[in-house]
């Protein structure tokens, strides 16, 4: 019977460990985001859209913000859940903002990015009404995740009531995500947003009923409430079931504080935030069937 010699079983020892390790090495580490980099990208790069006539003024922009239908091709819903969601979807979401110069020096700044997402491969995209609605700037433009930046050249369709607006930005080769059905109150969902600009933050919760809200004259639109956190910068973010439909869009919140006990409070002790979003069936009825 022959025997190894003493060094080898740690020499062995040594390979299996460093096999395992170039295994480690091997893999791909989670993709890091760089906030600041994306946020100097959307000044310069819109920017840099509006030097060149590209990006279109919110004086061109505003009065589009009155029609109420269009027509674009949106991909067939898919039933099979995802095995990685975000790893599939955070591409079809974009950051959406302006650009202004303060007068004080000749560089472009944003105002604050909002989040939108892609609704066709040609450049058809959706936020919220609200991100538009208002605005005296220069330009808009979009980011897509890999960095590339394209000027907002048009207002396709939109609704005030609802908070939706559908949009389309020049170029091509987007990727896009489906329109689901409405999704029932307990489901699973997930979000890929932009809050405060932390960008491509991924929340998930339920959806927690649907409500109408309170308005002082006539109906107001449906809301679809969450469970999935979210703030500002996330408006216009796409609320996806488990299969990567979008089943809605994130709108805004709502605080709720215990009436204060002493008259000298201006407000009592916090208690929850309601979340609320735009329901899938509110951005079905901007497209022509």
Same mark, same amino acid.
């Given at each position: 019977?022959?025997?190894? %010699?003493?060094?080898? %079983?740690?020499?062995?020892?040594?390979?299996?460990?460093?096999?395992?390790?170039?295994?480690?090495? &091997?893999?791909?580490?989670?993709?890091?985001?760089?906030?600041?980099?994306?946020?100097?990208?959307?000044?310069?790069?819109?920017?840099?859209?509006?030097?060149?006539?590209?990006?279109?003024?919110?004086?061109?922009?505003?009065?589009?913000?009155?029609?109420?239908?269009?027509?674009?091709?949106?991909?067939?819903?898919?039933?099979?859940?995802?095995?990685?969601?975000?790893?599939?979807?955070?591409?079809?979401?974009?950051?959406?903002?302006?650009?202004?110069?303060? &007068?004080?020096?000749?560089?472009?700044?944003?105002?604050?990015?909002?989040?939108?997402?892609?609704?066709?491969?040609?450049?058809?995209?959706?936020? @919220?009404?609200?991100?538009?609605?208002?605005?005296?700037?220069?330009?808009?433009?979009?980011?897509?995740?890999? &960095?590339?930046?394209?000027?907002?050249?048009?207002?396709?369709?939109?609704?005030?009531?609802?908070?939706?607006?559908?949009?389309?930005?020049?170029?091509?080769?987007?990727?896009?995500?489906?329109?689901?059905?409405?999704? @029932?109150?307990?489901?699973?969902?997930?979000?890929?947003?932009? %809050? =405060?600009?932390?960008?491509?933050?991924?929340?998930?919760?339920?959806?927690?009923?649907?409500?109408?809200?309170?308005?002082?004259?006539? =109906?107001?639109?449906?809301?679809?409430?969450?469970?999935?956190?979210?703030?500002?910068?996330?408006?216009?973010?796409?609320?996806? =079931?488990?299969?990567?439909?979008?089943?809605?869009?994130?709108?805004?919140?709502?605080?709720?504080?215990?009436?204060?006990?002493?008259?000298? =409070?201006?407000?009592?002790?916090?208690?929850?935030?309601?979340? @609320?979003?735009?329901?899938?069936?509110?951005?079905?009825?901007?497209?022509?069937?």
């Amino acid at each position: 019977m022959k025997y190894l %010699p003493n060094h080898l %079983p740690a020499l062995l020892g040594f390979s299996l460990i460093a096999q395992g390790l170039a295994v480690s090495v &091997g893999h791909a580490a989670p993709e890091t985001v760089d906030d600041a980099v994306i946020i100097k990208s959307l000044s310069e790069g819109i920017g840099a859209l509006v030097d060149g006539g590209k990006a279109s003024p919110s004086k061109k922009l505003t009065p589009q913000l009155e029609r109420r239908k269009c027509t674009v091709k949106v991909d067939r819903a898919s039933s099979k859940a995802l095995d990685n969601l975000y790893g599939q979807c955070a591409d079809s979401v974009i950051a959406i903002a302006s650009v202004y110069k303060c &007068g004080k020096c000749d560089n472009w700044h944003n105002s604050g990015a909002a989040t939108g997402w892609i609704l066709s491969e040609d450049g058809v995209m959706v936020t @919220n009404y609200h991100v538009f609605d208002g605005k005296e700037v220069a330009g808009f433009g979009i980011r897509t995740r890999d &960095g590339k930046v394209a000027p907002v050249t048009e207002i396709l369709a939109a609704s005030k009531r609802d908070d939706v607006v559908i949009f389309k930005v020049a170029g091509s080769g987007f990727k896009p995500l489906p329109l689901g059905p409405d999704a @029932n109150v307990g489901s699973d969902l997930h979000i890929i947003a932009h %809050p =405060d600009s932390r960008f491509y933050t991924y929340t998930a919760g339920k959806v927690s009923r649907y409500y109408r809200k309170r308005v002082p004259k006539g =109906d107001g639109p449906s809301i679809m409430a969450v469970t999935a956190e979210f703030a500002r910068g996330s408006s216009g973010g796409p609320v996806m =079931d488990s299969a990567g439909n979008v089943v809605g869009m994130v709108a805004s919140t709502q605080s709720i504080y215990y009436p204060p006990k002493k008259k000298t =409070d201006t407000q009592g002790p916090f208690q929850m935030v309601i979340r @609320n979003c735009v329901p899938v069936s509110a951005i079905r009825a901007l497209i022509e069937r």
